[in-house]
């Protein structure tokens, strides 16, 4: 391994892959989630996966497009037989279960712990996660998988959710997504246009980040360099209602588009508000992400200060605040599970269908729990007072959404929750070399 204080390329054949690998379309994705009784059937059972974790070590351009990663809870950690002293040195968001967290991230009413199904029972050790481009790929993955664990009686699959591509490629609302992201330095290739350049310790622990230390972890470097922290969710997302509330607060179908792109920040084809705020055009892949707000559209009369991109990622707009934005970075990897309400319809089928998110961060608290309580359930860094992400904010008390019009600003009152918090937590995405190291139980 490079030494800690290298700042130069990160070790990218050291990294789990899916922190940096596109995502394929269509794909067919699963979380494994498995409960551990006995540390050296843990063990084990990692050991056995270490050899088919796929790495970033080739993510532009992969020799194969499917990939099989490792994640594990600190409770995971505990059950693996990881010492008490290393343990409790990880970040205190990832320590506690997120279902704790819950006041703080805005999970209550229907979003409460309470009602929560990923996990099935309230909690995972290790957790397998799976991407491929076709069914084939996703089989060959889900046999290793599975492999891994078969004869290991004190090793049980609690939960195991797929995630695949809706119908209309976009996900379950109808945007596109998987457009934006920050640019890691020193992950190679070129930065798009627009693209924010991040330092790598933002997102991966072993290299400097935006405060200019080494992003670390407890116990030896070998454990944490090149790992991360992903943040997890899965949100229930109510389509019935979003189709019914876009028909009831829009005259005609350009009406409805509108409030949807002025709620999302984006038309539903992915088109900026930013770069085209009347009307929805085909814009070139390159330019999708072109955009900042402070000089172009500083009081948001084209993308409204509180559409759900420009609350998520603010760009340069709080540049006058004392909020630095660089240090509230996500990396964001998504994909759909459920299958598509249909096209019209506009009563709910009782289905369960909406995202998992798993946000990487070398800091949790600063980046997905800020983000999360912040920006998303708070209005106050905008002026907005209570007010919340309108698309994905929690409106427990059924929060307003003002945004720019002609020929007056639109308040629209009484916003309900489109998205329902369904399960939760902090996992630690070892580097390949952290695997081996906790494989081989060696403390
Ligand atoms: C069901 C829930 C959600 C839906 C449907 C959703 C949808 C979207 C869409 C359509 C975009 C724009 C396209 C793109 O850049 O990929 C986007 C961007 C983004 N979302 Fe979400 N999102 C959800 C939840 C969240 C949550 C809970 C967070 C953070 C706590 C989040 C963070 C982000 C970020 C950081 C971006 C990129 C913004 C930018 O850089 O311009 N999203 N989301």
Not at 96 to 120: C, F, K, Q, V
Not at 220 to 248: C, D, M
Not at 369 to 383: A, H, K, L, R, T
Request: net charge negative.
């Amino acid at each position: 391994m490079r030494p800690a204080d290298a700042t130069g390329a990160l070790d990218l054949d050291r990294i789990q892959g899916t922190i940096l690998r596109e995502r394929p379309m269509p794909y067919f994705g699963s979380y494994l989630l498995y409960e551990v009784g006995d540390a050296a059937q843990g063990r084990t059972m990692l050991n056995r996966l270490l050899p088919y974790v796929t790495s970033a070590a080739d993510w532009e351009h992969p020799a194969e497009e499917a990939w099989l990663n490792v994640v594990l809870t600190h409770q995971g950690l505990a059950r693996i037989g990881l010492p008490q002293e290393i343990l409790d040195g990880f970040a205190r968001e990832f320590r506690e279960p997120m279902r704790t967290r819950n006041e703080y991230l805005g999970d209550i009413g229907e979003s409460d712990p309470a009602h929560w199904d990923l996990p099935r029972h309230g909690s995972f050790d290790i957790g397998v996660l799976l991407m491929a481009p076709d069914e084939e790929a996703f089989a060959e993955k889900l046999a290793i998988g599975q492999a891994a664990q078969a004869d290991l009686a004190s090793v049980q699959r609690v939960s195991r959710l797929d995630v695949r591509t809706p119908d209309n490629l976009r996900e379950h609302f109808g945007y596109a997504d998987g457009i934006s992201r920050p640019y890691i330095e020193g992950q190679g290739g070129t930065p798009r246009r627009g693209q924010t350049r991040v330092k790598p310790g933002e997102f991966v622990l072993g290299y400097v980040d935006e405060q200019g230390r080494i992003a670390s972890g407890p116990g030896p470097e070998t454990l944490w360099r090149n790992g991360t922290y992903l943040s997890i969710r899965k949100l229930h997302q109510k389509v019935a209602e979003f189709r019914r509330f876009l028909q009831s607060r829009a005259d005609d179908e350009y009406g409805q588009e509108l409030l949807a792109a002025k709620m999302g920040g984006r038309w539903r084809s992915g088109c900026p508000l930013a770069l085209s705020p009347d009307k929805d055009v085909a814009v070139e892949p390159e330019r999708l992400n072109d955009f900042a707000y402070y000089d172009d559209d500083p009081r948001g009369s084209k993308t409204p200060l509180g559409s759900h991109i420009r609350r998520v990622n603010p760009r340069d707009s709080l540049k006058d605040s004392i909020v630095d934005i660089r240090l509230h970075q996500l990396l964001r990897r998504g994909a759909a599970y459920g299958p598509m309400l249909p096209e019209g319809v506009l009563e709910d089928d009782g289905v369960d269908r909406g995202v998992v998110l798993a946000f990487a961060n070398a800091h949790p608290g600063r980046q997905f729990e800020f983000v999360q309580s912040q920006w998303v359930n708070d209005g106050d860094f905008i002026s907005a007072g209570g007010e919340q992400d309108p698309l994905v904010g929690n409106h427990v008390t059924d929060g307003d959404f003002v945004y720019a019009a002609k020929p007056v600003r639109r308040r629209l009152r009484g916003l309900p929750s489109f998205v329902v918090t369904k399960g939760g937590e902090h996992v630690f995405l070892p580097g390949v070399n952290g695997l081996e190291y906790l494989a081989a139980g060696r403390w």
